[in-house]
């Protein structure tokens, strides 16, 4: 019996070995292929060319700075959300977090960010720690679309350009009114889903609920600190397209700039996209609802390159670097158990 249970632990152990390997490489492909994408790289070498001979080096070290910001709130979110089940360090739950941010590389939308997550726990807390990670990003989610809702209100109601489509903007208001509705009764209605589960009487729906029992136990204070963590982290992801945007094109429109961009977000956040189109999405987008604003760029016909430069090098620094930090931990990943 011993030497069974050796067997397969050693069975197993090797199993997570090639498992950790394929993501690992199917990760690094998708990296490269957008990397070192033709259109990418002809784009952003061709907008650097215009730009006048001074450094970036301390406008980039601020937007890595942000970077850090950014995925340390979204590890201390994840943290408060574990210590119903499990205790976990700040440089753990951040290590597990970039680790979801490289395993989602591989899966539409980085879903693949609740694997990555779960499976970085121990035995018995793979099922926990991912749907941890699903609050955690539902509540991101919701203060998503309540933002967006004000960028949608600017863009379809308060830009000059915009205002012949103002009747697709209440259609859209309004649908995205419903959506935060329900958002907001489902997040706070997240403690009766085990009770919810307890209607359908099959055996291993009761031991999923013996696992989510930790649900019961949020309170409403605690489920409001976490939406405002996710606040605070949009806030530094809303200024570091602001940023980014003033590094590539030299406006100090803010107040515009963060106001469209919770409108970029909010689209960006609701389109599906599978890695392979994720910039290619997010730069049509960001065309859509930057492309029009007055730089100096417009005089050279660079209006529509200042926008992909930024949202490219706004892509590398916040998925890229992070998933490229959590390679290095993807061994820990123990997905056969």
Not at 123 to 151: E, H, P, R, W
């Amino acid at each position: 019996m011993l030497k069974l249970k050796n067997d397969t632990a050693k069975i197993l152990k090797r199993l997570n070995i090639i498992a950790s390997i394929f993501i690992l490489v199917l990760s690094y492909f998708f990296v490269c292929t957008k990397l070192f994408a033709k259109e990418s790289l002809t784009e952003v070498l061709a907008y650097l060319s215009h730009l006048p001979n001074q450094t970036l080096i301390i406008p980039l070290l601020i937007l890595l700075s942000l970077m850090l910001l950014n995925w340390s709130l979204e590890a201390v979110k994840w943290k408060f959300l574990m210590k119903k089940v499990l205790s976990l360090s700040f440089f753990r739950s951040l290590q597990s977090t970039w680790l979801g941010v490289c395993v989602g590389f591989i899966f539409p939308n980085r879903t693949g960010d609740f694997i990555g997550r779960g499976f970085s726990l121990p035995q018995g807390y793979a099922l926990k720690g991912s749907i941890a990670t699903f609050v955690g990003n539902f509540a991101q989610g919701i203060i998503t679309l309540l933002m967006g809702m004000v960028g949608a209100m600017f863009y379809f109601f308060k830009g000059h350009v915009y205002q012949s489509h103002v009747m697709g903007g209440i259609v859209f208001l309004t649908l995205l009114l419903i959506l935060i509705v329900f958002s907001l009764w489902a997040y706070f209605k997240i403690t009766s889903f085990t009770k919810f589960l307890q209607r359908f009487n099959y055996k291993w729906i009761e031991n999923l609920v013996e696992k989510l029992q930790f649900l019961n136990e949020y309170s409403v204070q605690e489920l409001l600190r976490i939406l405002f963590l996710s606040w605070v982290r949009y806030l530094v992801f809303l200024f570091q397209l602001y940023w980014s945007i003033h590094i590539f094109s030299g406006s100090n429109d803010m107040l515009i700039v963060m106001l469209l961009g919770n409108f970029y977000f909010l689209l960006t956040t609701i389109i599906p996209t599978w890695v392979l189109s994720e910039v290619g999405v997010r730069s049509s987008v960001a065309i859509l609802i930057f492309g029009q604003m007055n730089t100096a760029w417009w005089s050279l016909g660079l209006e529509n390159l200042f926008v992909v430069a930024s949202t490219i090098v706004l892509w590398l620094v916040n998925v890229v670097i992070p998933a490229i930090i959590g390679s290095f931990s993807v061994f820990r990943l123990k997905i056969f158990r």
